[in-house]
């Protein structure tokens, strides 16, 4: 399904450098989240947005950023406080809070350092 | 915070075989619970999902019960097939919306 597009589907890092990965939704969902995914483990939460303008740190903020100033678009900003960054990153979104509705994921975005 | 634990972390069986993935979670608050299928490379897409008020839920070969007293809900495919091999999460959610994933569990068929 083409509701969540993320880009770039590769990207590298150099060392020192923020990098910001994107995520788009056109199923108007109202909720959205970024998750880290490494080798053999389950997925983490970094940053969630229940609405726009607002967001939460997840279980493993630190060395991330990201805004939410419109709907349909949450970024996520890799920073250089982030010491070990390779991994596979998805984006989601739900319906909302309250609706226990399943998350809908992009096909997600492989950063790696250079 | 919730604490999803998954079992068992990689799981082999001959196709036509049952297959049986187990989770439990912590936070009695937790009341929505799905599953999803992740193929190599591809991003993971709902199988199947239960509520908080029901017990049990089937859909063709993939059922999925629920024990809120013990804190455990189990995924259950029966009549394996080759294409079933994935990786399978479990997950447990808030009404906040918040979810807490398992560690995934690797389930090969072989033909």
């Known amino acids: 399904d083409g509701g969540i597009t993320q880009s770039p589907k590769y990207l590298f890092r150099k060392e020192g450098q923020n990098v910001t990965l994107s995520c788009e939704q056109n199923l108007n969902h109202d909720a959205m989240y970024w998750y880290r995914q490494d080798p053999g483990q389950g997925l983490r939460l970094i940053y969630y947005s229940q609405i726009v303008n607002d967001f939460q740190k997840g279980d493993i903020a630190e060395g991330y950023s990201v805004s939410r100033e419109k709907k349909e678009s949450f970024p996520l900003t890799v920073t250089s406080a982030q010491k070990n960054p390779t991994a596979f990153y998805l984006c989601?979104?739900?319906?909302?809070?309250?609706?226990?509705?399943?998350?809908?994921f992009g096909d997600g975005t492989r950063l790696s350092i250079l | 915070g919730e604490n999803v634990e998954q079992h068992p972390s990689t799981l082999s069986v001959q196709e036509g075989d049952s297959a049986v993935i187990k989770c439990t979670y912590s936070?009695?608050?937790?009341?929505?619970f799905p599953w999803y299928k992740q193929e190599l490379g591809k991003r993971p897409q709902l199988i199947i999902d239960i509520r908080s008020n029901v017990g049990e839920k089937k859909d063709q070969r993939i059922a999925v019960t629920l024990n809120k007293t013990a804190k455990h809900f189990s995924l259950h495919i029966t009549e394996t097939q080759p294409e079933d091999s994935a990786v399978y999460f479990c997950?447990?959610?808030?009404?906040?919306?918040?979810?807490?994933f398992g560690d995934g569990t690797t389930l090969t068929v072989k033909p």
């Open positions: 936070d009695s608050a937790s009341n929505y």
């Open positions: 997950a447990a959610s808030k009404l906040s919306g918040k979810s807490t």
């Open positions: 989601a979104s739900s319906i909302g809070p309250g609706s226990n509705q399943p998350q809908h």
